[in-house]
């Protein structure tokens, strides 16, 4: 399920829909949103970053292994010189360091030494290193993705966790401050996966992504890796957990952002059964029905006009395209559920079979009757199996493709 946000946030968002009536009427066909000053200049730094990265991908090559260069254009050098004050690990990788439980920095995740023999079977000595990039759901916390890490750390993987906030994304420009972050988590990616490893072994990447919010991330970074082919196609897998539904329908979004802004209550009463403690627990949960339905009702408003914001709609079609028509050649993996009520189970499957079409290699499970994004913890060691066979699947493609060539 989406993490919970306090109250507050119900009472900030009910202020931020009254000031969005209040400068848009809903019986406009056209909507756009206020020219804020600070969005302006915010937009005006990400274009010119694009168009400095785009300049860099035109003149650029793969380094050569065992290269400290880059190949980046110096702006975008030490902008990641600058988020990472942790020095890199040994043989140039990346600063493995402990982070807040937040959501305003990627955290790395080394894999233990001793977990080489602790695969399972997994992967052999010889095989790529690989940093598993974990892509996390709206609202998401640290401390919701860390077994996730630690299961892939376990397995011989190291990690890096990247998480949107609810707050980053309640504004009418619908996120464009977490390009700045998918900008520095991309360069950091580049950086690690450009250099060579001990010993010779390649360095290559999975990406692991939550509900659509982490699916739409993932795009995103393939957008900024879309003219560096040697780069996308160190890209191994991708598992799509709870995702890749409808990105242009508003109820799919005000879905998300109802099970991240409602506080949940346990729908059994603690204690002893009594008349009073179950008619409490009832009145209760009425409440918050009645407050979700609001709640979901002004979010899908919302989101019918700024879905349909000029600027909103042009980046968000960008990235949809990339993952519909321009994702790697590498296995993907579709863990998802009917129960869930969040991403309908009927468009994940559309998609599946539309990128299966396309040549892709698809594998899926369905895991019947989990909520939204907790399959594991609702079937913790189907879960880890699925990705198991996942990971098998994937290396196995690789070394068709080593001995073909």
């Known amino acids: 399920m989406e993490a919970p946000v306090r109250k507050l946030a119900s009472s900030a968002l009910h202020r931020r829909l009254l000031l969005h009536h209040h400068h848009h009427h809903p019986s406009r066909q056209t909507v756009r949103p206020p020219p804020f000053p600070f969005l302006l200049r915010r937009r005006a730094a990400v274009a010119a970053r694009s168009r400095s990265f785009a300049a860099a991908c035109a003149h650029s090559r793969a380094p050569a292994p065992g290269s400290s260069s880059l190949n980046l254009p110096s702006s975008l050098s030490s902008l990641h010189r600058s988020s990472n004050p942790v020095p890199p690990g040994a043989g140039g990788g990346p600063p493995f360091a402990d982070a807040r439980d937040g959501s305003s920095l990627a955290s790395w ?34 401390k919701h993705l860390r077994r996730y890490a630690e299961w892939y750390n376990s397995k011989g993987f190291h990690a890096v966790t990247f998480l949107v906030g609810v707050r980053e994304m309640l504004s009418l420009d619908l996120g ?3 390009e700045d972050r998918i900008d520095e988590l991309a360069n950091e990616l580049i950086a690690w996966v450009s250099e060579g490893e ?11 992504s939550f509900s659509n919010t982490g699916w739409l991330v993932y795009g995103g970074i393939l957008e900024r890796l879309h003219c560096r082919q040697d780069l996308i196609e160190k890209i191994k897998g991708c598992v799509v957990d709870s995702g890749g539904a409808e990105p242009f329908n508003p109820k799919v979004w005000a879905a998300g952002f109802s099970a991240a802004l409602i506080t949940k209550s346990s729908s059994s009463v603690e204690g002893k059964d009594t008349h009073a403690s179950t008619s409490e627990g009832s009145s209760k949960q009425e409440d918050e029905g009645m407050v979700e339905t609001a709640v979901l009702a002004a979010l899908e408003w919302l989101f019918s006009a700024v879905l349909k914001f000029p600027d909103v709609e042009r980046r968000l079609t960008k990235t949809v395209t990339i993952l519909s028509e321009a994702q790697p050649s590498c296995p993907q993996l579709y863990l998802y559920s009917s129960a869930d009520k969040v991403m309908p189970y009927e468009s994940v499957e559309s998609f599946m079979e539309t990128q299966r079409r396309m040549g892709r290699k698809v594998l899926s499970f369905n895991f019947g009757s989990s909520p939204h994004v907790d399959h594991y913890r609702t079937f913790p060691d189907l879960y880890m199996s699925q990705l198991e066979n996942f990971i098998k699947e994937c290396f196995d493609t690789v070394n068709e493709s080593c001995k073909r060539g």
């Open 198 to 208: 001990e010993g010779g072994r390649e360095r290559c990447l999975l990406f692991h």
């Open 176 to 178: 464009r401050g977490v």
């Open 109 to 142: 995740s080394r894999a233990p030494a001793t977990s080489a023999g602790a695969r399972g079977g997994v992967r052999g000595d010889g095989d790529p290193a690989v940093t598993v990039v974990l892509l996390g759901w709206l609202g998401a916390k640290r």
